[in-house]
Nanobody
């Protein structure tokens, strides 16, 4: 089970840190990904990180501004979001997969989502 948190309202240019807490002991066995869905739009890939944390991959729209990380000892994943823009406004979801992938259908467990709103 995954629990995403840390969303909120922030002004453009601000920062937020999302957390994804996983219950159970298998968190370190899976890659973690973040996706987002804005109103009226399809869910889109944001970032993914390998099981060990040694490999990361970002969407072009978030590269250089967002940083994905994980703490396997704490069974928690993170998404640090800097230089936020109004177009980053969406519900953000964390998920786990057997390997790093940008394809949402390959993630088998999802958190409930946390709202991020960036005002201009």
């Amino acid at each position: 089970q995954l629990q995403a948190s840390g969303g909120g309202l922030v002004q453009a240019g601000g920062s937020l840190r999302l957390s994804c807490a996983a219950s159970g002991h298998a968190f370190s066995s899976y890659a973690t990904g973040w996706f987002r869905q804005a109103p009226g739009k399809e869910r889109e890939f944001v970032a993914t990180i390998s099981r060990s944390g040694s490999s990361t991959y970002y969407a072009d729209s978030t590269k250089g501004r967002f940083t994905i990380s994980r703490d396997n000892a704490e069974n928690t994943g993170y998404l640090q979001m800097n230089s936020l823009k109004p177009e980053d406004t969406a519900v953000y979801y964390c998920a786990v997969a057997t390997y790093t992938t940008t394809v949402d259908k390959q993630y088998f467990a999802w958190g409930q989502g946390t709202q991020v709103t960036v005002s201009s």
